[in-house]
């Protein structure tokens, strides 16, 4: 495990093979900037690399997780600008990242927030986290996926209400929605997630990499090529030396030691 980089706009620490990436302009409630993507992205990217790391937690400081792409960066911001740089695509580097990735939704995730935790692969909130898409208020619409990855995940009824009334919705309706895997209580958010990573992390890598990419395959394809998908990245396991360890463990009741090959 390496010693990571600084940032600008994030501070990160690995510590126990879990890198933690934390949102950090607090004053502006870590709106999302041009060098908080990059920097978000880099460190991401980074930890992904890095043979010492097996999970990502994603959180921000303050009273938010991240309200939104940043506000004051945009209103300025014009189509023929933003149609040529292919404003918010940079964000897609995260799909490219294998190892599980822990949003900590630690207060208002709204906008680009919102869109930033559905990145992750599980999302878990404290209980004074709060989600929108309100962007409708600003006379825009969401623009980091909040109209896709939300109705993928609470459905069109609940996606619509919040993407045309722009209203937010508490930690609560959020898991009872399917959006957030756990709630949990504020003080101990980053316990739980850190407690989650180092479960995520005790896997096989190679086991726990191909089970997000087979999930993430049921988004983008019919169920019987998904099936086949899965079926094929099961096969693969069996090639693994963390298969055989782990069935081994199983069979002389001991605990599988993987080695990630
Ligand atoms: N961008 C830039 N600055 C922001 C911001 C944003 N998205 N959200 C908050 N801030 C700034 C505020 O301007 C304020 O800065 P100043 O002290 O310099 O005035 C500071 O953060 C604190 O914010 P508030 O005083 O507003 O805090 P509050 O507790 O009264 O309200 C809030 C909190 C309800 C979240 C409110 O800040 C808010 O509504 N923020 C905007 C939310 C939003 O519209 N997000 C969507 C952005 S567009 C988008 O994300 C597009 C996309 O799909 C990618």
């Known amino acids: 495990?390496?010693?990571?980089?600084?940032?600008?706009?994030?501070?990160v620490e690995y510590a126990d093979g879990i890198a933690t990436i934390t949102l950090?302009?607090?004053?502006?409630?870590?709106?999302l900037n041009l060098t908080v993507l990059e920097d978000v992205?880099?460190?991401?990217?980074?930890?992904?690399?890095?043979?010492?790391?097996?999970?990502?937690?994603?959180?921000?400081?303050?009273?938010?997780?991240?309200?939104?792409?940043?506000?004051?960066?945009?209103?300025?911001?014009?189509?023929?600008?933003?149609?040529?740089?292919?404003w918010f695509a940079g964000w897609s580097r995260l799909d490219d990242?294998?190892?599980?990735?822990?949003?900590?939704v630690n207060g208002f995730a709204l906008g680009g927030g919102c869109e930033l935790a559905?990145?992750?692969?599980?999302?878990?909130?404290?209980?004074?986290?709060?989600?929108?898409?309100p962007e409708i208020n600003l006379g825009v619409l969401p623009g980091m996926g909040g109209s896709q990855r939300l109705t993928r995940a609470i459905g069109k009824a609940k996606?619509?209400?919040?993407?045309?009334?722009?209203?937010?919705?508490?930690?609560?309706?959020?898991?009872?929605?399917?959006?957030v895997a756990r709630v949990v209580a504020h003080d101990s958010l980053i316990e739980e997630a850190e407690?989650?990573?180092?479960?995520?992390?005790?896997?096989?890598?190679?086991?726990?990499?191909?089970?997000?990419?087979a999930v993430n395959v049921a988004f983008e394809t019919p169920l019987q090529q998904?099936?086949?998908?899965?079926?094929?990245?099961?096969h693969a396991s069996l090639a693994t030396n963390d298969q055989s360890e782990g069935m081994a463990a199983f069979v002389e009741k001991r605990k599988p030691d993987f080695t990630d090959s």
């Open 1 to 11: 495990m390496s010693t990571p980089a600084t940032y600008e706009t994030i501070l």
């Open 24 to 31: 950090n302009r607090p004053d502006s409630l870590n709106a």
């Open 41 to 86: 992205t880099a460190a991401a990217s980074a930890a992904d690399a890095d043979d010492g790391i097996r999970a990502i937690i994603l959180t921000g400081a303050g009273k938010a997780f991240a309200a939104g792409a940043d506000i004051k960066q945009m209103s300025s911001l014009d189509f023929a600008t933003a149609y040529r740089k292919n």
């Open 97 to 104: 990242v294998s190892k599980p990735i822990i949003a900590a």
């Open 118 to 133: 559905m990145m992750a692969d599980i999302l878990i909130a404290s209980e004074k986290a709060k989600f929108g898409q």
């Open 159 to 179: 996606a619509m209400d919040l993407c045309l009334t722009g209203r937010m919705m508490d930690a609560e309706e959020a898991e009872r929605s399917g959006l």
């Open 195 to 213: 407690s989650i990573a180092a479960t995520v992390a005790s896997k096989s890598l190679i086991a726990s990499s191909m089970v997000k990419e």
């Open 226 to 234: 998904g099936l086949a998908y899965e079926r094929r990245l099961f």
